[in-house]
């Protein structure tokens, strides 16, 4: 094993200047994720990359100074510009997916979302990764501030074992639709070989995104994609355990407890601890206390809320406002049940101390954790950490992550529902001492059981010991010796599949279209010395025409039902080989379309001799079942018609009978010499016609991570243009090298 590179969107330190020109200070960031990070990231002498902060008010000598310490921990720093810190971090990042993230669609705002930016920056930060991780690292990216980031990895370190862990809820899919770039995001994602989640109904959602929005299904916990085995798994995220009990058992701690409750005066102590953030549902917590007192005004007096807010994102404007708010709200419920002697909530808006929130810890009767939706929720283990007494009760939002583990010894509610959570305080407040610590000890059993350090080893484990790709792709050196091999022919053939093969694979058929770059890969091909070029696609001859028709490219449409010849001077018509009959059109037609109504997302597209029933924007389980049943009537209601269908990426196709893309290799060599080379290329079910009837010379390639007679395989789409380019480029160096001598051993003709 290498060395471990984690990457975040900030190092885990603090950065300190000193206002008198002496020497800043480097600190360890007290937060959870480097608490945890910092034993691997120093046994594996590893690298931690990520952002420094603002280091704007240190002189050149301070920031050398600076880069210096942290090149001395292994920290690498990606600066950022004031202009990238607002529009990736503050924008993008913090305005957009945070709210969509946890459901919050209201405050995202209506322009001016910054995705350039967070493009852009997450592509910095894998330059950064890149610069410097070697061979055998593991690269653990955090967050969904990057989530590009291992994507813009593989594409760099094709090679690279890289896993990404998010720290906050993964939406539904219907939730995560309303994110315009959601597909990128996603992909951004599959880059990983390992994504983590808190909890396994975030890696289902996120698998049943992956399914409605790109349609990759899951096997298992396991997404192939682009020829790789990517899984997603669930990784409770810990805390320091044992380091919050030490503290909580230090005598100093233990006298700061004592004299918060006598600062109380005898009230019972409800406590809160949060970022001052909207997701964390401090209105509505002080809406409970509200609707409490009124409802049992005998607890004036007798129970106090401390509420530490810290302060979060205060160069956003929309968390100034919300600090507003609270303040206001605060002032309302002190000034309704309020006496001269008492307050019912005290707010604290400032940062603590971990010894001093230790210390609340211990002092609270009541821990009110009631967020609206929150991916773990670390203050909950906290508060159940630092409770060496066993005493004290836990109120947990059944919305946080930390609810799937603490959910036994918690008294769970639903924050949106004010009167319940008032009743719960309540209950909470006369639990007999016997319940609270048989809760307790439940949930500290969990705590301590699985801490922050086994929250690491456990991921990194898996990454490690992650299986190697269920269908491999072939190596890079193998592939340059086949295009060399093709190069070498004394003609070429290339039979180019479009849908999945050169064009990526859309939600709907219509989506699709041939971009310029394609266009003039496809033109630079048929202009190679001694090489033809084919198009073989299920799209009917309209569809073709109008995407390559100006093209010198032979075109087959309709699975090679039709199609039209190399163009020597003006296009010719497009003609069959065999009389074509659509008799069974007017049977088939009605029932797809009665499915479609059935099955919402499912279409019906006609061709001139075929039909297609497309399920990829159905309900994936649904549209898995109905294209079952159809396979089964079909089957039936044709054995007498000349026509069959068909399975294919989420298409049931019907077509007349015999219809194969095999005639394609037929018509694409029925004018080539001896020793004419064909290169076919494809996706799906319908290309393993063209694949089978290649002769011995042939060369098949698969794309994709579908399951393929094909002995060489490419990734993607991308990957198949890739391999093209290299092809060109190799023909054109070959004649260059033939024009300069005829007899050279380099020259395709040389004896």
């Given at each position: 094993m290498g060395r471990l590179v984690i990457v975040s969107n900030r190092l885990p330190v603090t950065v300190r200047a000193d206002g008198g020109g002496g020497e800043p200070q480097v600190a360890r960031s007290p937060g959870g994720l480097a608490t945890g990070?910092?034993?691997?990231?120093?046994?594996?002498?590893?690298?931690?990359?990520?952002?420094?902060?603002?280091?704007?008010?240190?002189?050149?000598?301070?920031?050398?100074?600076?880069?210096?310490e942290l090149e001395a921990q292994r920290l690498v720093p990606v600066d950022l510009t004031a202009e990238e810190v607002s529009g990736y971090y503050e924008g993008f990042s913090n305005r957009v997916l945070w709210p969509l993230f946890h459901y919050l669609l209201d405050h995202?705002?209506?322009?001016?979302?910054?995705?350039?930016?967070?493009?852009?920056?997450?592509?910095?930060?894998?330059?950064?990764?890149?610069?410097?991780?070697?061979?055998?690292?593991?690269?653990?990216?955090?967050?969904?501030?990057?989530?590009?980031?291992?994507?813009?990895?593989?594409?760099?370190?094709?090679?690279?074992?890289?896993?990404?862990?998010?720290?906050?809820?993964?939406?539904?899919?219907?939730?995560?639709?309303?994110?315009?770039?959601?597909?990128?995001?996603?992909?951004?994602?599959?880059?990983?070989?390992?994504?983590?989640?808190?909890?396994?109904?975030?890696?289902?959602?996120?698998?049943?995104?992956?399914?409605?929005?790109?349609?990759?299904?899951a096997d298992g916990d396991r997404v192939l994609y682009q020829g790789r085995s990517v899984r997603l798994g669930a990784y409770p995220m810990g805390i320091d355990a044992e380091g919050f009990a030490r503290e909580a058992e230090r005598?100093?701690?233990?006298?700061?407890?004592?004299?918060?409750?006598?600062?109380?005066?005898?009230?019972?102590?409800?406590?809160?601890?949060?970022?001052?953030?909207?997701?964390?549902?401090?209105?509505?917590?002080?809406?409970?206390?509200?609707?409490?007192?009124?409802?049992?005004?005998?607890?004036?007096?007798?129970?106090?809320?401390?509420?530490?807010?810290?302060?979060?994102?205060?160069?956003?404007?929309?968390?100034?406002?919300?600090?507003?708010?609270?303040?206001?709200?605060?002032?309302?419920?002190?000034?309704?049940?309020?006496?001269?002697?008492?307050?019912?909530?005290?707010?604290?808006?400032?940062?603590?101390?971990?010894?001093?929130?230790?210390?609340?810890?211990?002092?609270?009767?009541?821990?009110?954790?009631?967020?609206?939706?929150?991916?773990?929720?670390l203050v909950a283990k906290e508060f159940v950490a630092s409770r060496v007494d066993e005493r004290g009760v836990l109120?947990?939002?059944?919305?946080?992550?930390?609810?799937?583990?603490?959910?036994?010894?918690?008294?769970?509610?639903?924050?949106?529902?004010?009167?319940?959570?008032?009743d719960a305080i309540l209950r909470a407040l006369a639990m007999p001492q016997g319940e609270q610590r048989e809760r307790m000890r439940a949930m500290r059993e969990r705590v301590f059981g699985w801490d922050v350090h086994r929250w690491v080893r456990a991921f990194l484990q898996d990454l490690e010991a992650g299986q190697a790709p269920r269908l491999a792709l072939t190596p890079e050196d193998v592939l340059q010796r086949l295009r060399e091999r093709i190069a070498l022919a004394p003609r070429r053939a290339l039979l180019l599949d479009v849908d999945g093969t050169l064009l990526e694979h859309r939600?709907?058929?219509?989506?699709?279209?041939?971009?310029?770059?394609?266009?003039?890969?496809?033109?630079?091909?048929?202009?190679?010395?001694?090489?033809?070029?084919?198009?073989?696609?299920?799209?009917?001859a309209a569809v073709l025409e109008a995407w390559f028709g100006q093209l010198p490219v032979g075109l087959h449409a309709e699975h090679g039902l039709w199609w039209r010849p190399i163009p020597h001077g003006q296009p010719g018509p497009w003609r069959a080989d065999r009389?074509?009959?659509?008799?069974?059109?007017?049977?088939?037609?009605?029932?797809?379309?009665?499915?479609?109504?059935?099955?919402?997302?499912?279409?019906?597209?006609?061709?001139?001799?075929?039909?297609?029933?497309?399920?990829?924007?159905?309900?994936?389980?649904?549209?898995?079942?109905?294209?079952?049943?159809?396979?089964?009537?079909?089957?039936?209601?044709?054995?007498?018609?000349?026509?069959?269908?068909?399975?294919?990426?989420?298409?049931?196709?019907?077509?007349?009978?015999?219809?194969?893309?095999?005639?394609?290799?037929?018509?694409?060599?029925?004018?080539?010499?001896?020793?004419?080379?064909?290169?076919?290329?494809?996706?799906?079910?319908?290309?393993?016609?063209l694949f089978a009837a290649l002769p011995p010379s042939g060369v098949a390639l698969h794309v994709g991570a579908r399951e393929s007679a094909a002995p060489y395989r490419l990734p993607s789409a991308a990957a198949a243009r890739r391999f093209l380019r290299a092809l060109a480029d190799e023909v054109e160096r070959l004649d260059r090298a033939e024009a300069t001598d005829p007899w050279s051993s380099a020259s395709p003709r040389s004896p």
């Open positions: 990070l910092s034993g691997p990231h120093e046994a594996a002498e590893g690298l931690w990359i990520g952002w420094p902060g603002d280091l704007s008010a240190l002189g050149p000598e301070q920031r050398e100074r600076v880069r210096a995202i705002p209506l322009e001016a979302m910054q995705w350039e930016i967070y493009r852009r920056v997450n592509a910095r930060f894998a330059d950064a990764v890149a610069e410097r991780a070697s061979p055998d690292d593991t690269i653990w990216v955090q967050d969904y501030q990057l989530c590009l980031v291992p994507a813009l990895l593989r594409e760099r370190l094709p090679g690279a074992r890289i896993g990404f862990f998010l720290h906050i809820p993964f939406p539904t899919s219907e939730v995560l639709q309303a994110l315009p770039w959601r597909d990128e995001l996603l992909r951004g994602l599959l880059g990983a070989d390992l994504v983590g989640f808190h909890t396994s109904l975030y890696a289902r959602q996120c698998a049943m995104a992956l399914r409605r929005l790109l349609g990759l299904s005598e100093e701690v233990a006298a700061r407890a004592q004299e918060l409750r006598r600062e109380a005066g005898g009230a019972r102590l409800l406590l809160g601890i949060d970022r001052l953030d909207y997701t964390k549902g401090i209105r509505r917590r002080l809406l409970a206390l509200d609707r409490l007192l009124e409802r049992a005004p005998e607890l004036r007096g007798q129970v106090t809320l401390v509420q530490i807010a810290v302060p979060s994102r205060t160069s956003i404007a929309e968390y100034d406002e919300f600090r507003q708010d609270v303040d206001e709200m605060v002032g309302r419920v002190n000034g309704a049940h309020g006496t001269t002697s008492w307050s019912p909530v005290r707010y604290l808006y400032r940062s603590f101390s971990r010894e001093d929130l230790v210390a609340f810890y211990r002092a609270a009767d009541v821990m009110l954790v009631t967020p609206l939706r929150d991916g773990m929720n109120l947990l939002s059944e919305l946080a992550g930390a609810a799937a583990e603490l959910g036994a010894g918690a008294l769970l509610v639903n924050p949106y529902d004010v009167d319940g959570t008032s939600l709907e058929p219509g989506m699709v279209t041939p971009d310029a770059e394609l266009l003039a890969l496809l033109l630079r091909l048929a202009g190679l010395p001694r090489t033809e070029v084919h198009v073989v696609s299920g799209r009917p009389p074509v009959s659509t008799a069974w059109k007017g049977r088939v037609r009605p029932v797809l379309e009665a499915l479609s109504l059935r099955t919402p997302g499912a279409l019906v597209e006609e061709k001139p001799s075929t039909l297609a029933w497309h399920y990829r924007r159905a309900e994936p389980e649904l549209g898995e079942a109905r294209a079952s049943e159809l396979l089964l009537w079909l089957e039936e209601a044709l054995k007498d018609e000349e026509a069959e269908a068909i399975a294919g990426d989420r298409v049931v196709e019907v077509r007349p009978r015999g219809a194969s893309k095999a005639a394609v290799v037929t018509r694409a060599l029925a004018s080539a010499p001896p020793g004419a080379v064909p290169v076919a290329m494809g996706d799906d079910r319908t290309d393993e016609d």
